[in-house]
């Protein structure tokens, strides 16, 4: 029914920029929060970011001032822009959405990787 696909992860350099997507159908996150977590090997998962119905937005101070979430409700998608990488950066990259109480939805995941 519902699912999200994240993509846009891949390999760049230290203080290097990218910008994961994820898109969602079967729902619409004009009505959904969307979050961003990530996870590195060996780490627990952590949480990233979140955007409300209305727009606001929360992040981790880890990432504050250099990641920043939006959304685009036409497209049905959202997306985290990731600038000035840093290699603690580097894990998988997941989004999220609450449909309800007990109705989480995962994507599957997308490697960002952060090395010279």
């Known amino acids: 029914q519902v699912q999200l696909v994240e993509s846009g992860g891949g390999l760049v350099q230290p203080g290097g920029s990218l910008k994961l997507s994820c898109a969602a159908t079967?729902?619409?996150?004009?009505?959904?929060?969307a979050v961003w977590y990530r996870q590195a090997p060996g780490k627990q998962r952590e949480w990233v970011a979140t955007?409300?119905?209305?727009?606001?937005?929360n992040y981790a101070d880890s990432v504050k001032g250099r990641f920043t979430i939006s959304r685009d409700n036409a497209k049905n998608t959202v997306y985290l822009q990731m600038n000035s990488l840093k290699p603690e950066d580097t894990a998988v990259y997941y989004c999220?959405?609450?449909?309800?109480?007990?109705?989480?939805?995962w994507g599957q995941g997308t490697q960002v990787t952060v090395s010279s």
């Open positions: 079967g729902t619409s996150f004009s009505f959904h929060a």
């Open positions: 999220k959405t609450s449909l309800g109480p007990a109705r989480d939805i």
């Open positions: 955007i409300t119905p209305s727009g606001g937005t």
